[in-house]
């Protein structure tokens, strides 16, 4: 180890110092996933930058151009923004209910004056950072049950009820999914896992037959089966699929894939950019991108394990679970292993939203090594 990285923070504050303990590996393994995807969107328009790669490398350059800046902002300032950041989230997605803009039948965007947000990324972080405030502020004990766990259920349901509402049972999902993973690795005791599994059974079928909307209904059958309406609604997912087998074992080559070129394959520099990849690079391909993938979850867990506070330990691990179930539902959808539920491929498929959530929670990660002596206040917040 370098002997900046034995030093105490303290003793590191010169931005030269705190730059060499950017972890460069992680930024250069998520420069490639985005350069891959950049090649695909190439090979998904016809061989060409437009509409779709040109964007898509500037959007990605800005971004990591802010993932590098706040690598270096200090960890005490994400601790005092958690709570703001998720008031502010909780604010937007209420908005997004009155004065919402509608797109493809749903709600789930702001329109503020030439620029448009969709205030569920923003929730993403903030519900990530809150949680890990909140537990930073209460002991093991607590964390493994008591009536204060009533608090980051209320931090998840809350959002989760609005991004349902919109809606986006994707992102709802990935909401549910990213908070119980933080209260797991918090020291929740497996009798309230149990209990949770059960109600989750129990509520499963009241839940898709009054609460979920026809679309949604529909999309479930679809997946079971989908050959039932091969030009309808299983049009989607039959293709994805033979996208896939037409790929292979090594796939078609760069740019000759047929299911994509020739506009069978729907969204397919979107939710279903990992089939259109497939069918170029075969399965062997696929294996490698999804090795990348793990890599980067392995090193941001790494990260995640090194912090000194709880506060940073969480809110990595928090955004490394965001980033790993984006990845494994949209693969598990492309190969009809789960309902189609609009889940992209994180730094592959086209779109500047969910990139710029990613790479500011992977500057939320690269901050809490840069800063991982640092101990966070102990006093009670807003929270607790």
């Known amino acids: 180890m370098t002997s900046s990285a034995l030093t105490s923070p303290g003793q590191r504050n010169l931005l030269s110092e705190k730059v060499a303990e950017i972890d460069w590996r992680l930024s250069v393994l998520l420069c490639i996933i985005a350069g891959l995807g950049a090649m695909i969107l190439y090979s998904a328009a016809g061989n060409s930058w437009g509409p779709w790669a040109d964007k898509q490398l500037i959007r990605f350059g800005l971004c990591l151009a802010l993932m590098l800046f706040l690598s270096l902002v200090d960890l005490r300032v994400w601790f005092q923004l958690a709570y703001p950041t998720y008031a502010v989230g909780l604010l937007l997605l209420v908005a997004v209910m009155l004065v919402g803009h509608h797109s493809l039948g749903a709600k789930r965007w702001l329109q503020l004056g030439p620029v448009q947000i969709q205030p569920s990324e923003i929730m993403k972080i903030g519900m990530t950072l809150s949680l890990a405030r909140f537990y930073h502020g209460i002991s093991a004990r607590e964390a493994r049950f008591s009536w204060k766990l009533i608090v980051p259920l209320a931090l998840i349901g809350a959002p989760t009820l609005l991004v349902a509402k919109q809606p986006d049972l994707g992102t709802a999902l990935l909401l549910v999914f990213t908070g119980g993973a933080i209260m797991f690795l918090a020291g929740l005791t497996w009798r309230i896992l149990v209990a949770g599994a059960i109600l989750v059974g129990v509520g499963i079928v009241p839940f898709i037959t009054v609460v979920m909307k026809g679309y949604q209904r529909d999309r479930i059958l679809t997946f079971l089966h989908p050959e039932q309406d091969p030009s309808g609604a299983g049009y989607h997912i039959l293709q994805s699929k033979i996208a896939l087998g037409s790929g292979g074992l090594l ?8 299911q ?9 520099h979107t939710d279903f950019i990992f089939a259109t990849f497939a069918e170029e690079f075969g399965l062997v391909g696929c294996f490698g991108l ?3 993938y793990a890599i980067i979850i392995g090193i941001a867990l790494r990260i995640a394990s090194i912090s000194h506070s709880h506060f940073g330990r969480l809110s990595a691990a928090g955004v490394t679970f965001t980033f790993a179930f984006y990845v494994l539902i949209n693969a598990a959808m492309v190969m009809g292993l789960t309902p189609i539920v609009g889940v992209p491929m994180p730094l592959m498929s086209y779109g500047g939203t969910v990139m710029l959530t990613v790479m500011i929670g992977f500057g939320l990660v690269q901050s809490i090594r840069v800063h991982r002596y640092e101990e966070m206040p102990s006093g009670r917040g807003v929270l607790f």
């Open 290 to 292: 999804l090795m990348l």
């Open 260 to 268: 994509s070129q020739l506009n069978f394959l729907p969204e397919k």
């Open 251 to 258: 796939g078609k080559g760069f740019g000759l894939g047929t």
